[in-house]
């Protein structure tokens, strides 16, 4: 069982860290776990999440990886290696990362106006509460329109994605990623330099035992399940370009270190600047980075050029991600359609660009012109997100642990992973893998579900 010669390798363990921390960390970190640690009992929250990124996380990380480095292949072929009849798995695995990637180049797009006009000296306009609405609803002129700067991102995207592993991916992991852990040390030294700032820290750090219940946990699970980039394909398709001589279990400790270090810090930077100067209420999603931080950057000293340092950030982040989301694409398109390695990339990244215009088209014109169209009571952009990371993730990751125990058996991936020594957690891995990842990965499943629909079981 040994990956195909000529296959794509990553030059290093630094590249193949950076590039997989790239892949985890994105918008999910920046503009979901602040609100969630808020709305959860602050310093509670980031303790349970800690739990379930070393456990859980671990887990389904660590299996990932194995199955493509065992098979050296991405997730279509490496499931067929494992197992030809349940190919469907590999299938499976391909969806969500088809669904999300049009629609995080969308969201993509909105950050890179925001870089662009902070960077260019147009932020005032931004600070105004109608300028958001104006942009989303293609009210704007040419540079203040969501299409223009959501095909900027995607062709950005596919720019890198076709340079290749080396050449683009993993340089781009390599200068991209220190890039953002120096912005952001940056950004956290001054926000703590502003009046009032500091007094609210203890807010987001602070154990509310009052906010604390089921949801606490499933929420948490469920962010470090989308945070971790788990069950798309991504660290199938990273593990499959790894060298036998890197240590995986000490990398996914490494790469989870910096996923789950952004995120806290991402909250250490906006939700007591938001207490403090935002109006106070901690928001997720758009409304937090692209209304409320315009305001905090609206009323502090030298906001604009603050202002262009986070949203270069955000830039940064999404643009990590969403490389890693084509690749998945790509490296399945180029593994099995018979093109010749030489022209497999140029091709496959080309299809995969045509297919996010396509696609992510509708979403980009959803909050506009298309505002009418809803798909079960929800805007494009959020049906996308829900059918695949409230139920397509879950269920494709529950499917990846009883695949692994019941049909390939956990001993291939023991035995991956002792190629370089002592699994140190291997009798956690068992039972996580056997016993409680699935059962709890169906309650995030149910509980997501339930939730979106508004029913009440509690
Ligand atoms: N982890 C990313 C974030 O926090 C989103 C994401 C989920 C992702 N699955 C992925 C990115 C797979 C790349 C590949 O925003």
Redesign the pocket.
Known sequence: MSGEAGRPKFSGKFGMIMVAAG???????LWRFPYLAHEHGGGLFLLVYIVLVVSFGFTLMITEMAIGRRTGKSCIGAVMELSKKHKWLGWLMILP?AL?VPYYCVIGGWVTNYAFQYGTGSGAALTDPDYFETFITCSGDILNNPITWFVVFAVITFYIVSRGLEKGIEKSGKILMPLLLIIMAFLLIYTFTIPGVMGSVGEYLNFDYSKFSMDTVIDAAGQMF????LA?G?MVTYGSYTNRDVHLESSVKQISILDTGVAMLAGLLIVPSVMALGGGVVNSGPGLMFETMPLVFGSIAFGDIIAFAFFALVFIAALT?SM??ME?LVAAMSDHVGWSRAVARKRASFLALVLILIVGLPSCLGYGPLEAVQVAGMTILDFFDFASNTVILPLVAICTCLFISFVVGTDAIVEEVEINGRFKRKKMYLVMIKVVCPILLALILIFGVVDVFGIDIF
């Open positions: 892949s985890a960390v994105g918008l999910g970190n990362p999300v989308y945070s971790m980039s798309m991504i991600s890693s989301l998945v």
